[in-house]
């Protein structure tokens, strides 16, 4: 995966060449991702779905995350994006049934990494009845969880909010039903700049509908 050949970018998104993954995050390239979550509505209340990187991750393992994401390739669209969620989620979505909220600029930096996104983030509101039924690739996701939007947004609101979020975890392949608190600090870090402007187009998205 450290191999596969990515586009990169300077600051204002202009394409400038091409490099490893591995060299784009130590080097801290700008390169582009494709972003999916999962929105929908029941009962006049929204969900948003969110995975459980699984441990096994070599960056931000066991820690929650966008629905279904990935690196789009030296030789792919946004458009081919739209496999994340086929790959992750067992999901088969055309990508015509997504909506683009919008490119968002996200930049994480840690000790090991320097990841500096152009995230091409789509929503979905094709979410199953209960998020039982994604087939998730267990090799990327150790479990996927189901909370309400207004939660979400608190969350992002400070460090000391928390909220419940319910699905499950794989154990020995299986899936086992669970309830889990959930605080800012479980969650990948993704830039506050990248936090805000999702939300807003979620909000804006939402008030038009």
Known sequence: MQTEQVRIFDEQGTPIGIKSRAD???????HETFHCWMIGKYEQT????????SADKKDFPSMYDISAAGHLL???????????LE??????????????????????STPSIVDNEFCHVYLCDAIPHSVQQYHVQIEEIAGMFRMRWSDFKRVFSSFNEEAHATGFLIEDDQKSDTTV??????FVPHSDLYVQA???????????A
């Open 181 to 186: 608190t959930i605080t800012k600090k479980d």
């Open 198 to 208: 999702f939300i807003k187009a979620v909000d804006q998205m939402i008030a038009n």
């Open 24 to 30: 784009v995050h130590l080097n801290g390239d700008w």
């Open 46 to 53: 929204y969900y948003v779905d969110i995975q459980l990187r």
């Open 87 to 108: 790959e992750e989620l067992g999901m088969k979505v055309a990508y015509e049934d997504l909506t683009l909220l919008g490119t968002i600029a996200d930049a994480i």
């Open 74 to 84: 030296s030789n792919e669209s946004k458009e081919d994006g739209v496999r994340e």
